[in-house]
C-alpha cells in the first residue's frame, strides 16, 4: 500500500468518524432531550401527587376534629339528660324541704342531703342561673306569667318558679319566671 492509499484511508476513516461523532452527539442531544421532557413529566407528577397528598392530610384533619367534636356533643348530650334528671330529684327534695319547714318539722336530715347535692352539683361544674331581681334575658329565663307592676322597669324578674342551671358554658335548663310589665293606658283625647 502507499503512503497516498494510507493517507485516503486514513482521511476516509476520519470523515466516517466525524460523521459518526456528529451523529452520536446528535443521538446523544435528543436522548439528553428526552430525559429532560421526561424528568420534568415526572417533576409536575410529584408535585400532582404532593398537592394530593396534602389535601388528603387537611380532610383528615377536618375529619378528626369534627369526629372529635361529635363524640365530646355526645357527651354533653348524655351528660347534660344525667344531671336535668338529677336536678328533677334535687327539685323534689327541696319542695319536700320547704313543705316540711311550713310545718315546722325538723329538716337536718334535708338539709344534709341537700348539701350533699349542691356539693356534686358544684364539682361538676354546674351553676345555678341568678334570675330574681334580674332584666329578662331569654337565653337564661323563660317567662310564663307577667305582673303588673307600675313601681318596676319593664322586663324585671319579680319571682322564680324553677331554678334554672348552667353546666360549664351550656344552659341545661332556663329559670321559669315571672316579670313585670308596665301598662300605662293612656286616654284617648279625642273621644
Known sequence: ?????????????????EGMTAETEEQETKNTQELKNELEKERGKTISQEKKIQYLLADFENLKKRNELDVQNKVNSITDG????????????????????????????????????????SEHGVKPIEALGEVFDPALHEAISIKNDLALDDDVITAELRKGYILKDRIIRPSLVE????????????G
Open 82 to 121: 344525667m344531671i336535668l334528671k338529677f336536678l328533677s330529684i334535687y327539685d323534689d327534695f327541696v319542695r319536700a324541704k320547704d313543705a316540711l319547714s311550713k310545718q315546722n318539722v325538723n329538716t337536718d336530715g334535708l338539709d344534709a342531703i341537700l348539701k350533699n347535692m349542691n356539693s356534686f352539683l
Open 179 to 190: 316579670i313585670s310589665k308596665k301598662h300605662i293606658k293612656e286616654m284617648d283625647q279625642n
Open 1 to 17: 500500500m502507499s503512503s497516498d492509499d494510507n493517507k485516503n484511508e486514513t482521511e476516509g476513516k476520519s470523515l466516517h468518524e
